[in-house]
């Protein structure tokens, strides 16, 4: 246990017991445990493997590499159609815990025996992800929109794109891209 992490587990009221329960199983599987990104991180060897988090009606187990994992049981839950490589393992009661643990400890294994032998998620890249119509048409009217599009890191592509593309009317996509034009001449991702 690092003292350091104490105080998610003492915060999260609501889900006090299960992250309790959760925090014994991971730490029986001798990770390392440390506060990542603001929650409860457990790695092997210095590389990531699982994090802990909680939602208003679940708290979960985060597996990092999840899309890597066999699965045999069909518990993993990809949290969106545009997440790639984490899964998690949703909870709702102490008792749905205590079930599984044995399931738990042996997809972390798993999950650990995925690091150890080098594994790694395939990633689409920006060039993989469809361009909105509206956003093709700006390209090409723009010429130094394109240029500075093309010159942005491929995770900000990508996260530009599905910014883009997510919504369903024409009138709303046109809308964010107008808004992001200023940003992305600038050479700034969506969150810069």
């Known amino acids: 246990m690092n003292p350091k992490v104490d105080f998610y587990f003492i915060k999260n009221q609501k889900w006090q017991k299960e992250l309790e329960k959760l925090r014994m199983i991971v730490l029986d599987c001798q990770l390392s445990e440390e506060l990542k990104w603001g929650v409860p991180c457990y790695s092997f060897q210095g590389n990531n493997i699982v994090l802990m988090h909680v939602f208003k009606e679940y708290c979960a187990l985060l597996f990092i590499k999840g899309s890597l994992l066999n699965d045999a049981n069909g518990i993993l839950i990809q949290q969106t159609k545009n997440v790639q490589a984490g899964r998690q393992i949703r909870f709702t009661n102490v008792h749905e815990i205590v079930?599984?643990?044995?399931?738990?400890?042996?997809?972390?294994?798993?999950?650990?025996?995925?690091?150890?032998?080098?594994?790694?998620?395939?990633?689409?890249?920006?060039?993989?992800?469809?361009?909105?119509?509206?956003?093709?048409?700006?390209?090409?009217?723009?010429?130094a929109l394109k240029n500075a599009?093309?010159?942005?890191?491929?995770?900000?592509?990508?996260?530009?794109?599905?910014?883009?593309?997510?919504?369903?009317?024409?009138?709303?996509?046109?809308?964010?891209?107008?808004?992001?034009?200023?940003?992305?001449?600038?050479?700034?991702?969506?969150?810069?």
Do not use: H, M, W
Not at 132 to 143: C, D, R, S, V, W
């Open 99 to 143: 079930e599984k643990e044995a399931i738990l400890k042996a997809y972390i294994y798993e999950a650990i025996e995925v690091e150890k032998a080098g594994l790694k998620v395939n990633f689409k890249k920006a060039a993989d992800f469809n361009i909105p119509a509206e956003f093709q048409n700006k390209l090409n009217e723009i010429p």
């Open 149 to 192: 599009f093309d010159t942005l890191t491929p995770g900000r592509q990508k996260a530009y794109l599905l910014y883009f593309s997510a919504p369903k009317q024409s009138k709303t996509r046109e809308s964010r891209i107008e808004k992001c034009i200023p940003q992305i001449l600038k050479g700034k991702g969506l969150d810069d």
